[in-house]
């Protein structure tokens, strides 16, 4: 059984499955509708398709389908979308702030992967559906840095006994 529809430039059909909560709305606009019906397309198009009394419901059918079989992969780096929209200082590594979740590390976090992969799976045994977030973290360390290029003393020791074997020093690093 499906629900057919008959909106104003499209026709439309809500597949169940065997899980009542569950269904799929396939959405056919009219020929050279395409671009039209998708730029209507949100919440408010979508929701009043089995609601909306001037939408012809045609009610459950028995309906025989021809409907290619497909499957659609994707994967989305939200980085580029979250900066238009303003939240962009979490990628960057000078103005991140995460010293909360590593306040005893010597180490400076940004946000450098935020990528989100779906998958759809449509075949006459069902849909397969799937997504899956994944954000990584960048750890830049704040380890001090030590250049030793001018005169310095050295010190060989048995740190176990505390006691120092060798002492001297190095006047000219560069030789």
């Known amino acids: 059984m499906a629900y057919l529809y008959q909106g104003p430039n499209y026709q439309a059909i809500q597949l169940r499955f065997n899980n009542p909560n569950y269904a799929m709305l396939v959405i056919l606009p009219d020929e050279g509708q395409f671009d039209n ?93 799937a997504a899956a977030s994944f954000t990584g973290v960048t750890l830049v360390e704040l380890v001090p840095h030590l250049k030793i290029n001018r005169p310095f003393i050295f010190v060989l020791r048995n740190v176990t006994q505390n006691v120092n074997l060798f002492m001297g020093r190095l006047l000219d690093p560069t030789q």
Request: no cysteine.
């Open 37 to 129: 019906v998708e730029n209507e397309l949100n919440n408010e198009f979508i929701n009043p398709i089995i609601l909306d009394p001037n939408i012809i419901n045609l009610g459950p059918h028995m309906v025989k389908i021809q409907m290619p079989i497909f499957s659609i992969e994707q994967s989305i780096n939200f980085i580029s979308y979250l900066k238009k929209s303003g939240v962009s200082s979490m990628f960057n590594q000078a103005e991140a702030n995460f010293s909360d979740l590593f306040a005893d590390s010597m180490a400076e976090a940004h946000v450098s992967t935020y990528k989100q992969n779906s998958m759809i799976d449509v075949h006459p045994g069902g849909v397969s559906a």
